[in-house]
């Protein structure tokens, strides 16, 4: 460990790594903000005089070494650079998830004891106050956009740009002090801590120090070979362990820039404008993007069509392998280059990925239609395999090894291990130091070698030593005959379609499986557009018997590639039903981001369940609804239950041979 | 600055709002209106006032001629009776180009969109009059004019971003939903700094959440650019919450002034509003 | 190449001057019809009306000369002078503002908000009252115009394409002027209309009324400018057209030829008419050398309108016009 402080030449924290960049690269763009309009670019010189004003503002208004500051809004460079600011006063940063309810955010607020908060706008001042005077050691909260919030009392706010300024004015008062606690930052200090979302159970505070952070950012830089010329769009939530990794541990390593969108809305708008050169994006928004293409092509002209479909096919067959740099035919090379004239050029121009060099997903299993569709295009897109305790990076692919079903190989610094029942372990300078006052899940993750358990079930694979994941370790179960159930396998692949938005296998201990299934409404409802089928919401369009059709075949067509493999083969679908409202994150039906809560939905739709199993046809519900503001209310809905047809299961022999490979 | 403002202002020249706002003297007047459409009383014999920084409501049963007054400020209708008093002028009989031209914008509660252009070009003909270049001026002196579509578009991207909108900057309304639509409308009113901003229903046809959006941004269009605001709402929850005062009409005539607690323990007032059912 | 092929070429290129011409006048058309919804039966007569105007300006004929020598018993035709070009085609366009400016004010200000039938009826009778007054006023006799435009055959490229393909091309040197002229014209037109404060009200005009009177547009300025644009456009089209075949009556004429031009292109649309104008230009062109021997010919007197017409069946709203969706 001692070297690799060396291989980093000092610089052991990110305030270091900030000062390194307004001497090497002080001209050169660090952020880009959308506003107004416009592109506004901060040079790393200009940040780093934006972070010291900051920071002596904080030290002004009694900052101590050793606090929490709670960051909360969306990704904006002004709260970037008070993450910084918090760690060169010898503070700790902690990014909240920005669409949290007021409750959720007073559990993290009161866990940490945060004396601070640093947040966007006047909704999250409000949800703030909401919960402040249960908060016991919280004083002050700052403030960057001071629209509407004028006629608040000002006796525990303050506007960021005025603590800026007032930084500034004590500045001979306090750079001595600032000084003194930016050097007193090494590489044991914690330079973050995130909270888990958490697929069970409350958040737990993941503390990551700066030899975490700064580790995994250089081997991951080199790794890709990332440089200062790279440019990045920061629109994943800040307070998760990725964005946290991208748009500050590799964009101070290695001095890139980091462009903030101008609301969420416009995202894939200014995902054109911007063009990065390195992307990141969950499964979730690769598929939106593939959708809205293929929407738009269903409506595009029959000439333009025809070319779209030629040209793919082409990609499709040709596009992966000159990506990998394998031979290929002259006239599929001819081809392929006509291609990138009139449709893969002008498709990766309006998607924004003309300039990309490496993309990464992560976080669930990508469809491979989804995944070679990218591919094909000549986009770099990988998949690498990470947790907020891995910071990050657990297996990565390498260029040239790149495969829609396996996360890779494992990361620079990553040693890999695979326990008796299959659950993938791991140990790497970037595993977390605790978790915050929670001394008996820290034990139970990481033991004393340094070994993390990671949760998930998995196998490295003979040949290629890529790992696969099969699913969350404690929900591969036993089917009532002994074979396994792995029901996120399934599932992913019924995710894998466009019409469908999620899914949630039930078998657990049962004879055969069953399904719960979420339409997704712009894909299904562009489709209801076009054959002419009117609905006034998602409600109705789920409960319609043509949607069921497709539905049916659609679980069909993944109960024949189930029937495939002999080890999961008793996983296929006997039953489903389509849900009558989209799972939601506000009845906490998933995460925030976006994982299915496996328990609760069992218990909220027990009937449901009770009747996917007892043969009826149909069954009358009513479910429990969550608005966005927190009021609730009722909806019910009558379903239809369908029967899905199955493949003749073939035995399971290979199964204890292909987990017990590792 | 506050201080200045409070020593130039006498007590009968304005008030202080519960939460803290100063409201100015008064902006426009209304003395004894009466229109007819025909033989028929639209209006009858209505005065009112409306100060510099209020949000000023008028209210009143469906068909009680909130609209038709909406219009007679706006110059889209000419009272037969009465005079219109505006920045301390009474105001000859008018166009409604020339009402826009004093600095007195509006939506409408139908919406009435440019549904050929996109939002931003919807949102930069409210800029239309500050456009000083004449044809010839703007052929010849192509700097100028330049530079004067930059300030324009300057002030339009602000209220953009005001009303978070920027993701449809590009989108031809025709294709918007319902509710932004209306905060388009608004938007181009708004891209006009109006002296005063007259608001026909701004919540017609609209869901509970669209309902406490538009809500916001008419207070934060008050409190962040001081405009003085007029509306016309039917459904009297919203008004008491948003408005300083409120002009209730019944049948034409006005029924009821003032502070949202003074109007709603108005005997009258209930009467007109228990007779008519919610809708 | 095969002799038909090469003059089925030349004939072509014939008709696309033609349509040139149809363009210019359906665009007069368009403009109105956009900002005002009115259909302007009269932009036929005003072309004439203009090159009248032109003609007489340029040549110092009196105005109105037949009733003041009929009334006051005088004997005078001329100012004895004649006038540059240029100049008389400004004074022109400043007779077709007024136009506009009348027209506005002593029949269309009084006809706010009625029917578009009646609209149009009052364009008929504008369109006869404004042929009556132009024989009035310049005299009813075919004019020659002359503005110094270059006639007759394009030598070069006759004798290009002779060395080429052994066949000279006959292509009029006006009709080579007409397209440049229409070109431009085009170009200013949509330069206006997108990029100057007043382009940008007549859109909003066009697209609503109300909202355009919000925001401070005045209806009545937008439309005099309009119709001194529609003025404009109908000068250019008499001037190429009375440069052609002189000044006569029969000028108003190429107003109905505009119509199917319309029904091609959409009331609409700009790209539309010179499209449309264009499409029937050459069509007719086409369809008489390939078609007329074969059914007794003159078949340019209906080609246009039944072209309209089979269009009107399969895409009613025109190539380039607002899709017309029937929501029931």
């Known amino acids: 460990m ?661 | 600055m506050n201080a200045q403002m409070n020593a130039l202002a006498q007590p009968q020249d304005g008030y202080t709002t519960a939460d803290g706002r100063k409201i100015g003297p008064v902006l426009m007047e209304m003395k004894n209106i009466t229109l007819r459409f025909g033989g028929v009383k639209a209006i009858t014999d209505i005065s009112f006032d409306i100060r510099e920084g209020e949000i000023r409501a008028i209210i009143g049963p469906n068909g009680a001629g909130k609209s038709s007054m909406l219009n007679v400020i706006s110059g889209f209708y000419v009272p037969q009776e009465g005079e219109v008093w505006y920045k301390g002028q009474k105001r000859p009989p008018m166009k409604p180009f020339q009402v826009a031209r004093l600095g007195i914008a509006r939506t409408f509660q139908n919406i009435a969109l440019f549904e050929g252009m996109t939002v931003l070009d919807n949102v930069m003909t409210g800029r239309l009059n500050h456009m000083k270049s004449g044809l010839i001026a703007q052929a010849i002196w192509k700097g100028r004019a330049e530079a004067e579509e930059v300030a324009n578009r300057e002030v339009v991207e602000k209220v953009i971003d005001f009303l978070e909108i920027q993701a449809i900057r590009k989108t031809p309304v025709a294709r918007l939903p319902y509710g932004l639509k209306k905060r388009v409308e608004l938007a181009r009113a708004l891209a006009a700094e109006p002296s005063l901003l007259l608001l026909d229903e701004p919540m017609a046809g609209m869901n509970v959440e669209e309902k406490e959006d538009m809500s916001r941004f008419i207070l934060d269009v008050n409190d962040e650019f001081g405009t003085t605001i007029c509306l016309i709402e039917h459904d009297m929850g919203v008004v008491m919450d948003l408005s300083d005062r409120v002009v209730v009409m019944d049948y034409g005539k006005k029924i009821g002034d003032g502070t949202p607690d003074d109007v709603r323990s108005n005997q009258a007032v209930i009467d007109a509003y228990l007779g008519v059912a919610h809708d | 190449m095969p002799e038909t092929l090469l003059y089925a070429i030349e004939v072509m290129t014939n008709g696309l001057m033609a349509g040139v011409l149809y363009a210019l006048v359906a665009l007069g058309f368009v403009l109105i019809y956009k900002a005002s919804g009115i259909f302007n039966y009269a932009q036929g007569v005003m072309a004439l009306f203009s090159a009248m105007t032109l003609v007489g300006i340029m040549e110092g004929r009196v105005p109105f000369s037949h009733l003041i020598n009929a009334v006051l018993g005088t004997d005078i035709h001329h100012f004895g002078w004649h006038l540059p070009a240029v100049l008389s085609i400004l004074m022109t366009m400043a007779v077709m503002v007024l136009l506009a400016w009348a027209v506005q004010r002593f029949i269309f200000r009084h006809l706010v908000n009625q029917e578009p039938i009646i609209l149009f009826m009052a364009t008929i009778g504008l369109a006869y009252f404004m042929e009556g007054f132009g024989d009035m006023m310049w005299g009813s006799d075919i004019k020659k115009l002359d503005v110094g435009l270059p006639q007759g055959m394009n030598s070069w490229i006759d004798e290009t394409t002779y060395g080429a393909f052994g066949y000279g091309f006959f292509i009029d040197n006006l009709d080579i002027v007409a397209a440049i002229v229409a070109a431009i014209l085009v170009a200013i037109l949509v330069a206006f209309s997108q990029y100057t404060k007043q382009g940008r009200a007549m859109r909003a005009v066009a697209d609503d009324h109300q909202a355009a009177l919000s925001v401070g547009i005045s209806l009545n300025f937008i439309w005099i400018m309009v119709w001194s644009v529609a003025g404009f456009v109908a000068l250019v089209a008499g001037v190429m057209w009375g440069a052609k075949s002189g000044v006569q009556f029969s000028l108003s004429l190429i107003a109905l030829k505009a119509l199917p031009v319309l029904m091609l292109g959409g009331f609409t649309s700009i790209p539309g008419a010179i499209v449309g104008g264009l499409i029937i230009g050459v069509g007719e062109k086409l369809f008489e050398f390939f078609i007329g021997p074969m059914i007794g010919g003159a078949t340019e007197n209906w080609f246009a309108y039944v072209l309209a017409l089979i269009f009107l069946v399969f895409r009613p709203q025109g190539l380039f016009g607002e899709k017309i969706i029937e929501r029931v």
Request: aromatic share 10%; hydrophobic share 40%; with cysteine.
């Open chain 1, 2 to 662: 001692a070297q690799s402080s060396q291989a980093t030449d000092g610089l052991t924290s990110i305030p270091a790594l900030l000062q390194r960049n307004a001497q090497v690269f002080a001209a050169k763009p660090a952020y880009r903000e959308k506003e107004f309009g416009i592109w506004q670019t901060w040079t790393w010189a200009d940040v780093s005089r934006e972070v010291d004003d900051l920071a002596l503002g904080l030290i002004n208004m009694g900052v101590n070494e050793g606090d929490f500051i709670a960051i909360i809004g969306n990704n904006r460079p002004h709260l970037y650079w008070s993450m910084v600011a918090a760690q060169s006063v010898g503070a700790i940063p902690v990014p909240l998830y920005q669409d949290a309810a007021a409750e959720e955010m007073a559990y993290v607020l009161e866990h940490c004891g945060a004396r601070f908060a640093i947040v966007e706008d006047q909704e999250q001042v409000d949800k703030v106050i909401e919960v402040q005077d249960r908060l016991h050691q919280f004083e002050h909260m700052i403030y960057l956009d001071p629209r509407g919030l004028r006629k608040y009392d000002h006796h525990r706010l303050h506007e960021l740009r005025h603590v800026q300024e007032q930084g500034r004015a004590a500045r001979d008062e306090f750079t001595p002090d600032l000084a003194a606690r930016r050097a007193k930052l090494d590489y044991a200090s914690t330079c973050v801590m995130l909270y888990t979302s958490g697929t069970t159970g409350k958040p737990k505070g993941v503390v990551l120090s700066n030899r975490n952070i700064i580790e995994s950012a250089r081997n991951s830089c080199d790794f890709d070979n990332l440089r200062a010329g790279e440019e990045v769009l920061a629109y994943l939530p800040m307070a998760w362990v990725g964005d946290f990794i991208f748009s500050i541990g590799q964009a101070y390593w290695s001095g890139f820039c980091v462009n903030c969108p101008e609301s969420t809305e416009t995202m894939q708008s200014d995902l054109r404008e911007i063009g990065p050169s390195y992307f990141f994006a969950p499964p979730r928004v690769f598929e939106g993007m593939l959708t809205s293409v293929m929407i738009r092509m269903e409506d595009a002209s029959p000439l333009k069509k025809w070319l779209f479909d030629r040209f793919m096919t082409v990609a499709k067959r040709v596009g992966p392998d000159i990506l990998d740099g394998k031979p290929v035919g002259m006239t599929d090379r001819l081809l392929y280059a006509l291609g990138q004239i009139a449709v893969y050029g002008p498709l990766k121009n309006t998607l924004g990925f003309s300039n990309i060099r490496v993309g990464y997903t992560a976080g669930e299993a990508i469809g491979p239609e989804i995944f070679s569709f990218y591919r094909s295009l000549g986009i770099n897109l990988k998949q690498l395999y990470g947790q907020t305790e891995a910071t990050v990076f657990i297996t990565v692919q390498p260029d040239g090894e790149v495969r829609a079903d396996t996360v890779g190989v494992p990361a620079p610094g990553v040693e890999l291990r695979i326990a008796d029942n299959g659950e993938v372990f791991y140990r790497s300078p970037g595993v977390f130091e605790y978790y915050y006052k929670n001394p008996e899940s820290t034990a139970s993750t990481k033991d004393a070698e340094g070994w993390v358990a990671t949760g998930d079930a998995g196998f490295i694979e003979p040949g290629s030593g890529h790992l696969r994941i099969i699913d969350r370790a404690k929900d591969v179960g036993k089917m009532a005959d002994g074979s396994l159930f792995a029901p996120k396998y399934v599932e992913n692949k019924l995710k894998f379609y466009p019409n469908i938005l999620e899914a949630v296998v039930f078998g657990n201990g049962r004879d055969r499986c069953c399904a719960f299934i979420n339409i997704d409404l712009q894909a299904v409802g562009n489709w209801a557009e076009r054959n002419n089928i009117s609905y006034s919401g998602y409600q109705e369009l789920a409960g319609h018997p043509k949607v069921l059709d497709m539905v049916q075949a659609h679980v069909e067509e993944v109960n024949a590639s189930v029937a495939a493999d002999p080890m999961l083969s008793g996983c296929q679908i006997h039953r489903f039903l389509i849900l009558h409202k989209e799972l939601d994150a506000d009845d906490g039906e998933m995460t925030r981001t976006r994982k299915v809560r496996r328990r609760i939905i069992e218990d909220k739709y027990a009937d449901l369940i009770g009747a996917l199993y007892d043969g009826s046809a149909q069954i009358a519900t009513k479910t429990e609804v969550t608005y966005e503001d927190g009021r609730k209310g009722y909806i019910s809905a009558t379903l239809t239950l369908r029967d899905a047809k199955v493949f003749p299961v073939t035995p399971h022999k290979m199964a204890e041979q292909k987990v017990a490979a590792e």
